[in-house]
């Protein structure tokens, strides 16, 4: 059966459509997907949180605030400290960087403190924050208002620079890989927790995030009404016992 042209023109564009859409799925394998026998990627682990002052995590109202800030100027090195020998920040005395930091300087003759709810230094601490293999000096300062201190320092070339200086209520800190994350608690109930990556000149935010806890019933504003109580079950009653038929009577012993 001949058809008129125009339905030989539309089978033929039919037949041109779908031979390219062949071409197409054939190659989309090679550019996001795994061929025959390819293995697949390995996935990379994860950095998970890991505690700082393990006595301080979770018992982090106001919530964290740096004053790291992309707009800042770099930070300068701290006047009147001594350029450090080969043993960098982990041969220095805490106490000479604190004292050398006008900002930490009220704070730098405080007792150490080994447990929250006391006021003084929490053991100062070293990692590395930077990624060159060398360790930051952490260290952090809990005051009588409840109010803690966390400050970080990095060594250059014999000088000593502050990366971080951050505070808030009862702060928690964790380790994120080489980030840093602070947590604290809110007045509203929710938890704050502040991220802090190393941008070449400081610690700066790179994520602040809010959690709220689940509210109880009712918390919302929602009214939930009582289910019904069951009605109580009639008492049962207690039929009389039958009386005892002649048979069963006990016999006196005379016929």
Not at 147 to 158: F, I, K, M, N, T
Not at 202 to 231: E, L, Q
Request: net charge neutral; aromatic share 4%; charged share 25%.
């Amino acid at each position: 059966m001949n058809l008129p042209c125009p339905h030989r023109r539309l089978l033929r564009r039919a037949a041109l459509l779908a031979g390219t859409a062949a071409i197409a799925l054939a190659g989309c394998g090679s550019v996001d997907g795994l061929g025959a026998g390819e293995p697949a990627p390995s996935v990379s682990v994860q950095p998970r949180p890991e505690p700082l002052w393990p006595a301080w995590t979770s018992t982090s109202s106001e919530a964290p605030g740096a004053d790291a800030a992309t707009h800042q100027p770099p930070p300068e090195p701290l006047a009147g400290l001594p350029k450090l020998g080969r043993g960098g920040l982990g041969a220095e005395d805490f106490r000479k960087v604190l004292r050398a930091d006008p900002r930490m300087k009220p704070l730098a003759d405080r007792g150490e403190i080994d447990r929250p709810g006391q006021a003084g230094l929490r053991p100062p601490l070293l990692t590395d924050l930077t990624g060159d293999g060398r360790p930051e000096l952490l260290v952090a300062a809990d005051t009588e208002s409840g109010r803690s201190l966390l400050v970080a320092y990095s060594e250059r070339e014999g000088r000593v620079y502050p990366i971080l200086l951050t505070s808030g209520k009862r702060v928690s800190v964790e380790t994120l890989g080489s980030d840093l994350l602070v947590r604290s608690p809110c007045a509203d109930g929710g938890e704050q927790a502040v991220r802090f990556h190393w941008d070449g000149v400081r610690m700066s935010t790179v994520s602040d995030t809010k959690k709220y806890n689940k509210a109880p019933d009712g918390a919302d504003g929602s009214s939930h009404s009582p289910s019904p109580s069951p009605s109580p079950s009639p008492k049962p009653t207690r039929k009389p016992a039958p009386e005892p038929s002649d048979s069963d009577k006990p016999s006196d012993g005379h016929r």
